[in-house]
């Protein structure tokens, strides 16, 4: 088998993503639409930044997809004009980069709820140290610090956990994801017989 | 994506892209070392000149785009204003606790947040991305099959959008009706984007095949139709952000308006 990501593996990755880049650049608007309500409620919703990494994993199943489906989607949004123009480029590198980092650690064996949910954890802690320098967050008083990183943390598990899971498996459903699944063992066995 | 109205060309759009990428992921760090409130300002005044004046789109249009900035200037100065630390209390009520320390904290936070957006804004205005992929094969080697995907999935965008339209509209013609409230959204959220994407998997994938049945993830000896290359815009722009950088830190160590030196204590 050839190393790395073939061009249909990236074209289907950049593809979904930039679909979720849509969704990210729309989410923009609703995430300072709540943030005025204070108390953090809109770090509830900041999971859905980093969906498209495992949502694009749990499609693919190979290295590199995650990080690659973080930089695009955000890249995606950049392009469009987002509102916090810049930032999302590199807090998509970070976020996909934790992600990915998650995934490796399970050695790209494991596409369950679990991991995930983990991998959504591990981008909202990139997010976290991105923040930690850019917003100065260590100054906030320590209770609303917690706050904060708690709201996060839930969030992230709700939308890069358990709603990318959902997608996945709808999409499994579908048989679509099929079309990219390399040939495995039981089909050469069946072809054999 | 600017390709979609008319504007006029100015030299932010020669510049090369790949230089003004990278130009403005240094101007993004150098801005998070910036914790001087007068120079924090100074320096977003110097984003905004080049966003109003030199992105070649009618003031209308600038003003339009400017809407935003405010929301995001407000909600970014405002959880720090009220939650931050400090010693000089202004405000107490209930759980907010306005300091001196935090209402500049914030203030700062809120014209940082401000340079990203302005920064953003203007190269995304400036930028054509098919430009940008050419310039990033050419200039920072990135591998064409990278490129040649993200630009492919940027042609998609409005394909998307129809189909999400179609999809819609097949939903009113079928009668598709979900509950009210939470489930409701819930199952609309799911028979509208799991069609879609479906459908986004395999219209990639017929992309892809056809792709590489014509080699476009061949690198070696590759040959470029649009060729992107440097020229004198370039060391102005560099030059304008060297300068301005500069100034701004002089000015606000000789004449500052704000009596704050670094709003972290």
């Not at chain 1, 992230?156 to 099929?178: D, P, R, Y």
């Not at chain 2, 940027?154 to 409230?181: D, N, W, Y």
């Amino acid at each position: 088998m050839k190393k790395g990501l073939k061009l249909t593996d990236i074209l289907v990755t950049i593809v979904i993503s930039i679909a979720f880049g849509i969704v990210y650049k729309i989410w923009g608007p609703l995430y300072y639409a709540v943030k005025p309500f204070g108390l953090h409620i809109d770090q509830l919703i900041y999971g859905m930044w980093f969906i498209a990494a495992t949502v694009a994993f749990l499609i693919i199943r190979k290295a590199g997809v995650a990080f690659l489906a973080e930089v695009a989607a955000s890249s995606g949004e950049f392009l469009m004009g987002s509102e916090f123009g810049l930032e999302v480029l590199l807090y998509g590198v970070v976020q996909g980069l934790f992600a990915e980092l998650v995934i490796m650690a399970f050695r790209y064996k494991r596409y369950d709820l679990l991991v995930v949910s983990l991998a959504g954890i591990g981008a909202a802690i990139g997010s976290i140290f991105m923040d930690y320098y850019k917003g100065y967050m260590g100054d906030l008083s320590t209770w609303n610090f917690m706050l904060l990183i708690g709201f996060r943390l839930i969030g992230s598990v709700i939308f890069t956990g358990f709603m990318a899971f959902g997608i996945a498996k709808a999409l499994e459903a579908t048989g679509v994801t099929n079309l990219l699944r390399p040939a495995s063992k039981e089909d050469y066995d069946a072809l054999n017989q | 994506m600017n390709n979609t109205f008319d504007f006029r060309e100015t030299w932010l759009h020669k510049i090369n892209p790949s230089l003004k990428l990278l130009t403005m992921i240094f101007l993004f760090i150098l801005v998070i070392f910036i914790h001087n409130l007068n120079q924090m300002i100074l320096f977003t005044i110097m984003t905004m000149i080049l966003f109003v004046f030199f992105t070649g789109h009618p003031y209308k249009r600038i003003l339009l785009f400017s809407i935003p900035f405010l929301f995001i200037f407000i909600s970014t100065t405002t959880s720090m204003i009220f939650f931050g630390k400090g010693d000089t209390t202004i405000l107490r009520w209930g759980l907010v606790h306005v300091t001196e320390e935090s209402l500049f904290r914030g203030i700062h936070l809120g014209f940082r947040a401000l340079t990203y957006a302005l920064l953003g804004l203007t190269f995304a205005l400036t930028t054509r991305p098919v430009y940008l992929f050419y310039s990033m094969m050419q200039q920072l080697k990135l591998n064409p099959k990278y490129s040649y995907s993200f630009m492919a999935g940027i042609r998609l965008m409005p394909i998307m959008i129809e189909e999400f339209q179609h999809i819609r509209s097949a939903q009113k013609v079928r009668g598709v009706r979900t509950g009210a409230g939470m489930n409701g959204l819930f199952h609309l959220f799911k028979f509208t984007s799991i069609p879609l994407l479906s459908q986004c998997i395999r219209r990639a994938f017929r992309i892809a095949v056809a792709m590489e049945a014509k080699r476009f993830d061949y690198s070696k000896e590759r040959t470029f139709y649009y060729k992107i290359g440097f020229s004198k815009v370039d060391v102005v722009f560099v030059g304008y952000f060297v300068v301005l950088t500069g100034l701004s830190f002089y000015l606000a160590q000789e004449f500052p308006f704000f009596p704050v030196t670094d709003v972290r204590d």
